[in-house]
């Protein structure tokens, strides 16, 4: 063999390391990242990341779910859900009674675990968290006895866009004091 032909045959072998090694570098990155989201999805009972509500995926794989608070100077303290998403209450829902179905579901989907789920909530948090089980079947997390959603117009955490929807929505506040239909906050 040539001396340039054997210098090609190792410079294309050294470049193939060099992308193998720089291939696997990136591939031992992406691993704890996904560890970390497994780690993070086993102790929340929502189990995959959402590109908006319309896609959490709100059953639970997971004997547990964990609520969070996220503050804000006008509305005080709301609760937050899966990524920190917001969660809100329907003023026309009674105590332990889901009012939302059909088209209202699709648009404003029910915060959902597994029945028996454990569920903490945020230090602060004055109410009780429980369940209920809707028309569906499913089990919906309640605060205070009124059933917690998630709105399909919100893309990111921290939005609130539902806030005050026909006057009849509004975030779950960590409070849980909920606003009446009429008078807002």
């Known amino acids: 063999m040539r001396f340039t032909s054997r ?21 031992a990155t992406a691993i704890p990242a996904a560890s970390a989201a497994a780690a993070t999805t086993s102790t929340a009972a929502i189990a995959s990341t959402p590109a908006s509500p319309a896609a959490v995926d709100t059953s639970s794989a997971a004997a547990g779910l964990t609520i969070a608070s996220t503050p804000d100077a006008t509305m005080g303290d709301y609760l937050t859900g899966q990524n920190g998403m917001t969660l809100y209450v329907l003023t026309k829902d009674t105590a332990d009674t889901s009012t939302c179905t059909g088209a209202c579901a699709t ?40 059933p917690l959603y998630y709105y399909s117009g919100d893309s990111t955490a921290g939005d609130t866009n539902g806030q005050g929807t026909n006057n009849v929505w509004f975030v779950a506040p960590v409070s849980g004091a909920v606003p009446s239909a009429a008078g807002g906050y």
Request: net charge negative; aromatic share 6%.
């Open 7 to 27: 210098l090609t045959t190792l410079t294309g072998l050294a470049i193939g390391v060099a992308l193998f090694a720089a291939a696997c570098s990136s591939a």
């Open 107 to 146: 648009t404003w989907p029910a915060l959902t675990t597994t029945s028996g789920a454990t569920i903490t909530g945020p230090s602060g948090a004055s109410g009780t968290f429980a369940t209920i089980t809707r028309t569906d079947g499913t089990i919906q997390v309640t605060y205070d006895h009124m």
